[in-house]
């Protein structure tokens, strides 16, 4: 069983920045894959990026703005958000998988946070 709980959301003005966590239970946490997903309102929760075995994989929305990384010592996940625009606004959810699926289909991801809020305004 692994739990994930998110942090760092917050409301910001278009082009800041938010860095959010996901810190994770379990000691194989380095053996998983981990995303970011996020949904808005009225909206399908949607692929953000995810990593797997020090490969990185960004949804062409985010690419070149955003930055997904580990920490397996703390086993922690980030999401460096940059040039924020008010289309980023949604709750966003980290993800956890232990069969190494690292894609954008949020069905086969094992484990979810309980979200966190991240709102831009214009």
């Known amino acids: 069983q692994v739990q994930l709980v998110e942090s760092g959301g917050g409301l910001v003005q278009a082009g800041g920045s938010l860095r959010l966590s996901c810190a994770a239970s379990g000691r194989t946490f380095s053996s998983y894959s981990m995303g970011w997903f996020r949904q808005a309102p009225g909206k399908e929760r949607e692929f953000v990026a995810s990593l797997r075995r020090g490969a990185t994989y960004y ?3 985010v690419k ?3 930055t997904i990384s580990r ?4 086993n922690t996940i980030y ?10 606004t ?4 980290c993800a956890a998988d232990g069969s190494y699926y690292a894609g954008g289909d949020p069905s086969r991801w094992d484990y979810w946070g309980q979200g966190t ?3 831009v305004s214009s």
């Open 59 to 61: 949804a062409d929305s």
């Open 64 to 66: 070149g703005r955003f």
């Open 71 to 74: 920490d397996n010592a703390k």
């Open 79 to 88: 999401l460096q958000m940059n040039s924020l625009q008010p289309e980023d």
């Open 90 to 93: 949604a709750v966003y959810y």
């Open 117 to 119: 809020q991240v709102t």
